[in-house]
């Protein structure tokens, strides 16, 4: 199936129509400017909502190799394993219960809903977070849920979690989306009315510091750990508490911050009128959604108490709120937003971006157990993560890091470029042409049209040296597809071996390209694909 959806994809291109529209000129800068945007370690890394952690990482007796792979291929290309954040709206109906042998256990409102409505864990949860070697992780607690006895186990838990995570910490969370516990959206409210910043500020600093005079007790090397918050949706019409009043109601009173963290969704599941082509096939309108992060990041900087090299990343996201609709962010369309958004991020300083997973979810890099609903399965916007990883490069040694610039290109909606500069020199630059290109019935290939492609200019830099580039491409059949794609040639299909990758024989790896005259490469990107030249 895979190797006759590429080959779809060759005849198609070879049988295209001649194009007649001009060349996109793509400017590089001869330096990055001191505006370009530099990624902390670990930028591609992941969210996997609480309930659903030991369906991706297994337990001791049943690792899930499958989702540790798909870990390992990211390492591969940013010299790190992912950060991994355990959390979400589940996160908030958790509930620990010593006694209890079962890792979770779970109760759904109905037989098809997305998360439970309640949850209680057990140590044995704490295994999973030891199935996957080399990997670093945010655990978070229940802050929504506010009895004596709720707090109680809260402060039990961080025990067990701190033994479990020795080694293994990043940073710890409490609370999540905290800001719309007072709105009733899904359910009932969970704070009074007239609950606002400061209330919320001083029960965060209130539990924050019980749980570290507790983990002081079982494991004193953990007491100083940091953490990520606040971990608001910062939504309009959900969020009833905005950021910068809980910044300035003492949020980082105790300095005890890792990263400011904030959540991010393009658009949400349900509004009506969003399709892939609106939505996510469109640089102008992720433009616009992300403007909404740095102009919070503007606000909090310009506080005269924000630490100057605090970090802002987004700790939670994906392309639809509301674990994402079929037809949409299940498709290769939203691997290309994961690459346009996630670079779009970099460019601007957002410095890590934890794409969120669960199990079943339409948004999900890839799904892992089978269930009545989903096959286990390496899904489409996983390749986007591989795309951005490999763009990035290693990040575990600061000298290092890229400096990555967005390059403002005549396309506006349809097309997006970024270059990357390491060391003061052009190390790489990613073209993305987001013109839809359905693939239609089943992702075979049945469109009546040919499919089309762009051609772009690139001036390269006088100081850059090189006489040719690699290029490693993103592509599918199409914008719809939900099988079939491949980066650079390769696929990570669990069917194939396991998420490791495979090099399919049909489709072009390692490609080469010259550079011209006058520092010009020229370059093919056929429509909903994207290309990534390294100098």
Known sequence: ?????????????????????KATKVHIPDHAPSTAGVPLENFVSFSIEFSYFPDFA???THPNTFSNNLLENIAHYSGAKPYVRVGGSSQDNAHFAASQQEATTLTFATPDADQPAHLTFGPAFFESYHTWPNTTFVHGFNLKANTTADREAVIESAQVACRSLRGQLLAWQLGNEPDGYGSGLGGPSARPAGWNEVDYVTEWLNLTSAIRQSVQTACPKLAAAEWY????????????????KAWQAGLDSARTLKVFDTHHYQAVATDPGITLKSTLLNHSATADSINILLNQSRLLHAQPDYPSDLPFIVGEGNSLARQGRLGLSNTFGAALWTLDANLLMASNNISRFHMHQGTNYRYQAWQPVDTNRTTIGTKAPYYGNIAVAAFLGDLTKAENRPQVVNIPLAGGKSQAAYASF???????????????YNTTVENEYRSTSPRGSKDFALKIPSSCNSESATLQRLLANGSDAVTGVTFDGYSYNHELDN???????????????????????????????AVLLSF
């Open 499 to 529: 998420g490791k990758p495979v090099l399919l024989g049909n489709v072009t790896h390692a490609e080469r390209i010259k550079v011209g005259l006058h520092g010009v490469v020229n370059v093919e990107v056929p429509d909903s694909s």
């Open 229 to 244: 918050a606040p971990s608001f949706a910062a939504s309009p019409g959900y969020s009833q508490l905005e950021q910068i």
């Open 1 to 21: 199936m895979l190797k006759s959806a590429i080959l779809s994809l060759l005849v198609a291109l070879a049988h295209a129509h001649p194009k007649t529209q």
């Open 58 to 60: 297994g337990n001791a």
């Open 422 to 436: 390491v060391r003061g020199e052009l190390a790489k630059v990613t073209l993305i042409n987001l013109q839809d």
